[in-house]
């Protein structure tokens, strides 16, 4: 908001130079964004806290604040600057009270009007403004229209109240109505944009149509113009509500509504009337028929109770009494003491600060004029209880931590996703995805249900840098449950993606395996021993959480602890792969981290080490092509007992150099027990009994 | 008859000297060869008298199987020596290999350690739901609707099916406070980090997306006077900066669920540091726009409204909250210039931290 130096400075003779005040006021009450000379006078843009609008929008409000803060004197003339030199109003407000042959006023809805205030005007004399509020208002940024709109402009720059000038002669029916639009209600504005109205939005008719947008801007119908004899001054303060839903549905602001949005004192309307009609007199030779004031509610001043040893404990200071109250009084508030409180003061604050409710409000009062920059920062005492430290957290970080050891980078994608994925997601997910009301554009319209979507395509993206990229990303997904939901946590899971990438010209299932060896890792790492990967022979469309989809067909594994799930993982299908035109091969997966976080906390168990070797024996067999290894490993380990510590597979061959379609597995069998040394003949048995069970098969043949 | 200590100490200084294998074997042959030193004192001992021969021989038999040993040890010392001399000399000037390791994100390094920085100061890391009520989010907080205050924060409403409760996607993690206070008894000393969400058109400086870190401290008398003591300690630590303190200024501001309230700033971290107490002065650098001072936070005094919504009676409490945004610290601290940056997928970018 714009403030003029000079302007100020009539009100503060002892003004001191603006970059000091701008140093000031930016320190104790609100920021100057902008100091800038202009034309022989320095304008400060500043942002006037909204809760501060009530009382500071204005220069004669901003000057009050200054005087405070610098421990000035206000001007003896007060409010009468430029213009204006005669002191006193020449119309008697209350004498004439407006006819209502000449003008009727309605308020269909009581609680939008705090105040309806106002007068018509007659002969007035249309011409441009003297020169000085030409020049005034310009350096504003406010552009001079004719002497009766400047003067609304120029009250309300100077008190804080917007006000309306409507050409008596266009208000049809000589009636006034406030009330809501109906929803097929439209209106052009003074400056030419039409707005379809509903009934959120507060307006003003005549016995015809609506002329006015309350609060927000004058309607094209009801404009004066050079013949306007007659004018009716209106000075309303609205509910603020009313004013700011309004303009935010019709996306307007300006000057009025900002004031009006915030909150405006309704005593402020009298006075600016007053002076508005002094000048007016002066300036367009108006002569005044009649008032109004609807005022049912009137608004006084507030009396807070003040305990200066609360602020000091507030504040973390030591200010004495006699400097707070002296604070208080340089903000125009009446201080005195409580009866049978010695303690205790009364602070009465006048109407124009709508901000100060609580003695918490007063305090800042006193915090921010004392001067932050005085309170000595302290070291906080008192019990000092050990942070705590939240085992989910501590997981989440761990995994990042394993990821980025086994060679990952980590990335962090939109929480968003558009059209782009959503095409991709299988009807389930569709059906569960929650959708932004207002997005930001197509490509960020709903939430992600799942990560590697938007995994797969980052992956895409920074292929075009580099080759061999390895990318996880643990991350909140959100959908809707098939239940309702208890509170907004439920909607929420935090899962983890992962991806590797492999030039084409390796062998197709590497990435595959590298992902798995890489998980495998992971999965130990955090004393989850009993993974397992779950070959699972339906489709994976409608597979885990609907991840599967993204996976290729025939080339993927559930991961399971037990029978619970705990994600899922596999080569990128090749639609998707054509799709974001990936050339190399790309393995993928996602695990659902609230899962597994819940049963790390289970298996962390101490697992004793034994004291006694290990003996290590070495099995080779020769099976049919289609036999998997799992099938191999299930007969060892089944038949192994409990002194088969692990089974390594550590070389598998099928080459040229074997007959009859068939394979070669070659295994360590590793032997310990945890109470003896183990002899070999007792291995030897439990080695014959593996041999034996695995060539119970026909076909296959161990080598010996 | 030679005196065997003599021998010994001759022997030995000579072994020690020795700096070949060759010289070592001519060494040997003096010694023990044929006609050696100690051979001719173990061939004399014949005629030496009875009681004597069996002190004088155990001695010299000791001083021989020393001498043995200390020869075979060089010996060994000298073949290994020559061995390694033969290996291959390694190009030191050779590139390293490198070790495929992953790196994490900027934003993780970051916030694990400024929820470090707090955990010093015994404050709890808390998280809560990125998706909110309109409750918790706004009329908690005492920000009621239709009120200007709300404008404050561009919001992403969520489509819900029934319209008894709005749904949007949080606007700050100032919710997490009443979640957290409702559940918890004082003294509170918490710190909440997480993603938050503003409807907001992106540039370099702006995002729809990012991180914001939150924190309590409530207790009886809890002041404005600790506020600074907190949050100066975190700076200096998050900036490292050991050297020059860094000074802290609060100024006014509003914000509904504090009162009173203040924007944070500090001294400006890559400029003059003391600038920010005499405004006037014109020097500074780009980061601050020459004025020598930073915002980085906004906070206050937690509203009484606040703790009331939260179940607590603000007659018993009182403390101080405050937030800042993640992503610009970390842009200042690694000079980072562009804050979509944090979503790319660039390697280019990922691989630096």
């Known amino acids: 908001m714009k403030f003029s130096y000079n302007w100020l400075k009539e009100y503060i003779p002892k003004l001191p130079e603006p970059k000091q005040v701008a140093d000031l006021v930016t320190r104790h009450a609100f920021e100057v964004s902008e100091i800038k000379k202009q034309k022989g006078d320095v304008i400060f843009d500043i942002d006037i806290l909204p809760n501060r609008m009530p009382d500071a929008s204005s220069h004669r409000g901003l000057a009050q604040e200054i005087a405070a803060i610098m421990k000035l004197n206000l001007s003896a003339k007060g409010g009468s600057a430029s213009g204006g030199k005669s002191q006193k109003s020449k119309f008697n407000l209350k004498k004439k009270k407006l006819k209502k042959n000449d003008l009727e006023i309605s308020i269909l809805d009581k609680d939008t009007v705090l105040r309806y205030h106002g007068a018509l005007i007659k002969s007035i004399k249309i011409k441009p403004s003297p020169k000085w509020m030409q020049e005034r208002l310009g350096a504003l940024g406010i552009k001079s229209i004719n002497n009766v709109v400047d003067i609304t402009n120029y009250v309300m720059v100077e008190y804080g109240h917007p006000l309306h000038a409507f050409d008596y002669e266009k208000i049809h029916g000589r009636t006034l109505t406030i009330r809501k639009a109906k929803a097929d209600e439209a209106l052009e504005t003074l400056d030419g944009v039409s707005h379809s109205l509903s009934d959120d939005i507060l307006v003003i008719s005549d016995k015809d149509r609506i002329i006015d947008l309350a609060g927000i801007m004058g309607g094209k119908n009801s404009e004066m113009d050079p013949k306007t004899k007659t004018v009716f001054l209106q000075v309303a303060t609205f509910e603020p509500t009313f004013v700011h839903r309004a303009s935010r549905i019709l996306k307007k602001r300006t000057e009025a509504s900002l004031r009006y949005s915030a909150g405006i004192d309704p005593n402020l309307a009298g006075l600016a009337l007053e002076r508005a009609l002094l000048l007016l007199g002066e300036l367009a030779d108006g002569t005044v028929t009649g008032f109004i004031d609807i005022y049912p509610k009137p608004v006084y001043a507030r009396h807070i109770r003040f305990r200066p040893e609360k602020a000091n404990q507030v504040l973390g200071t030591r200010i004495p009494e006699k400097e707070m109250t002296s604070i208080l009084q340089r903000l125009s508030f009446d201080v005195s003491r409580k009866k049978n409180a010695p303690k205790e003061l009364i602070v009465k604050v006048p109407s124009l600060r709508r901000d100060l409710e609580l003695e918490e409000d007063l305090i800042e009062e006193v915090g921010r004029i004392y001067g932050y920059d005085q309170i000595e920062a302290k070291r906080p005492v008192g019990e000092l209880a050990p942070a705590a430290i939240d085992r989910h957290l501590f997981f989440k970080e761990k995994i990042r931590d394993l990821f980025r050891a086994s060679g990952f980078d980590e990335v962090r994608n939109y929480a968003f996703i558009g059209e782009k994925h959503i095409a991709d997601l299988g009807p389930q997910d569709r059906s569960a995805l929650i959708e932004v009301e207002n997005p930001q554009s197509r490509e960020f319209s709903h939430l992600r249900p799942i990560l590697l979507p938007s995994l797969a395509y980052a992956v895409s993206e920074a292929l075009k840098f580099s080759k061999d990229i390895r990318y996880f990303e643990v991350g909140r997904v959100y959908q809707w449950l098939p239940v309702t939901y208890r509170d907004t946590p439920d909607l929420e899971r935090l899962n983890l993606a992962f991806a590797i990438t492999h030039a084409k010209n390796q062998e197709g299932s590497q990435a595959f395996f590298e992902l798995k060896g890489a998980l495998d890792t992971i999965f130990e790492s955090l004393g989850l021993h009993d993974v397992w990967y779950d070959d699972v022979p339906a489709s994976p469309e409608t597979l885990t959480q609907g991840v599967g989809r993204f996976l290729h067909p025939y080339q993927f594994s559930e991961i399971k602890l037990g029978e619970k799930k705990l994600g899922i993982f596999g080569m990128l299908h090749p639609a998707l792969k054509k799709k974001f035109n990936i050339k190399d091969d790309l393995s993928v997966g996602e695990v659902f981290l609230d899962e597994l976080i819940g049963e790390t906390e289970k298996e962390k168990e101490y697992r004793p080490i034994s004291k006694y070797p290990a003996v290590t024996r070495d099995l080779a067999i020769l099976v049919p092509r289609d036999v998997r290894v799992v099938k191999v490993l299930d007969i060892i380990e089944n038949t192994g007992g409990s002194l088969l510590t692990d089974v390594d597979l550590f070389d598998m061959y099928e080459g040229d150099e074997i007959v009859d379609g068939k394979k070669n597995f070659a295994f360590h069998l590793i032997f310990q027990s945890t109470d003896r040394t183990l002899k070999d003949e007792e291995v030897e048995r439990v080695m014959q009994n593996i041999i034996k069970a695995l060539e119970e098969n026909i076909e296959w043949e161990v080598r010996k | ?353």
């Open chain 2, 1 to 353: 008859m030679e005196d065997l200590n003599r021998l010994e100490k001759e022997a030995k200084g000579e072994i020690a000297k020795t700096a070949s294998d060759a010289v070592l074997t001519n060494i040997r042959t003096k010694w023990l060869g044929r006609k050696g030193r100690l051979t001719m004192v173990l061939r004399g001992l014949k005629d030496l008298p009875e009681e004597d021969r069996r002190r004088v021989g155990q001695e010299a038999n000791r001083l021989k199987k020393t001498l043995e040993d200390l020869f075979e040890e060089r010996r060994v010392e000298f073949r290994e020596k020559e061995r390694v001399a033969k290996e291959k000399r390694v190009d030191v000037t050779l590139p390293g290999r490198k070790m495929p390791i992953g790196h994490l994100h900027p934003l993780t390094r970051a916030l694990r350690e400024i929820n470090s920085i707090f955990q010093s100061l015994g404050f709890s890391v808390v998280g809560g739901p990125e998706i909110e009520t309109e409750w918790y989010n706004f009329d908690a907080l005492n920000i009621p609707a239709d009120h200007p205050a709300r404008d404050m924060w561009d919001t992403f409403w969520l489509k819900t099916k029934d319209r008894k409760q709005k749904l949007l996607l949080r606007t700050h993690t100032s919710p997490v406070q009443i979640r957290y206070m409702k559940k918890h008894q004082p003294p509170f000393r918490i710190v909440i980090p997480g993603k938050v969400f503003r409807h907001e058109a992106t540039d370099a400086t702006h995002e729809m997306e990012f991180h914001q870190l939150e924190g309590l401290m409530v207790d009886k008398g809890i002041s404005i006077a600790h506020f600074k003591h907190v949050i100066g300690h975190f700076f200096e630590k998050f900036f490292e900066t050991k050297a020059k303190k860094i000074e802290v200024s609060l100024r006014p501001s509003f914000f509904p669920f504090t009162e009173p309230s203040f924007e944070v700033w500090i001294s400006c971290i890559f400029c003059a540091p003391r600038a920010t107490a005499r405004r006037t002065s014109r020097k500074g650098c780009s980061v601050c726009k020459y004025s020598g001072g930073l915002e980085v936070a906004g906070a206050g005094m937690v509203h009484p409204t606040v703790f009331h919504n939260a179940g607590l009676n603000p007659k018993d409490v009182q403390g101080f909250a405050f937030g800042f945004g993640v992503e610009r610290l970390v842009m200042m601290k690694y000079n980072i210039p562009d804050i979509r940056l944090f979503h790319s997928s660039d390697p280019r970018f990922l691989r630096q931290f």
